[in-house]
Nanobody, 122 residues
Framework: QVQLVESGGGSVQSGGSARLSCAAS?????MGWFRQAPGKEREAIAR??????TDYGVSVRGRFTISRDNAKNTYLQMNSLKPEDTAMYYC????????????????????WGQGTQVTVSS
């Protein structure tokens, strides 16, 4: 089973930037990030395949960038942060043969990390 460890969370002012990192213990075809704010549902925000193909949720498109440097590590560069971006951010990964999608990051096929808190103050 793949284990994921996130880092890079913290507090940042509105309009600022932050970069999250995720280190996986094994290779995964699909890696990504989702977040959950208090009282809200989980929201998948970015995913990347082992070949570098990316997709983003509407709320972060144009502001966040996902990348990976090998089959195990992925990063989330977050720019122009807003107070509504405040949430616990989780790394997710899976190697299922049914493609790489934002939806599947939230499904039982995916492994999840413990999360890292990002707080954006106005």
């Amino acid at each position: 089973q793949v284990q994921l460890v996130e880092s890079g969370g913290g507090s940042v002012q509105s309009g600022g930037s932050a970069r999250l990192s995720c280190a996986a213990s094994g290779d995964s075809y699909c890696m990504g990030w989702f977040r959950q704010a208090p009282g809200k549902e989980r929201e998948a925000i970015a995913r990347i395949t082992s070949g570098g193909t990316t997709d983003y949720g509407v709320s972060v498109r144009g502001r966040f960038t996902i990348s990976r440097d090998n089959a195990k590590n992925t990063y989330l560069q977050m720019n122009s942060l807003k107070p509504e971006d405040t949430a616990m951010y989780y790394c997710a990964a899976y190697s299922a043969s049914n493609g790489c999608s934002l939806t599947l990051l939230l499904s039982p096929v995916a492994h999840w990390g413990q999360g890292t808190q990002v707080t954006v103050s106005s």
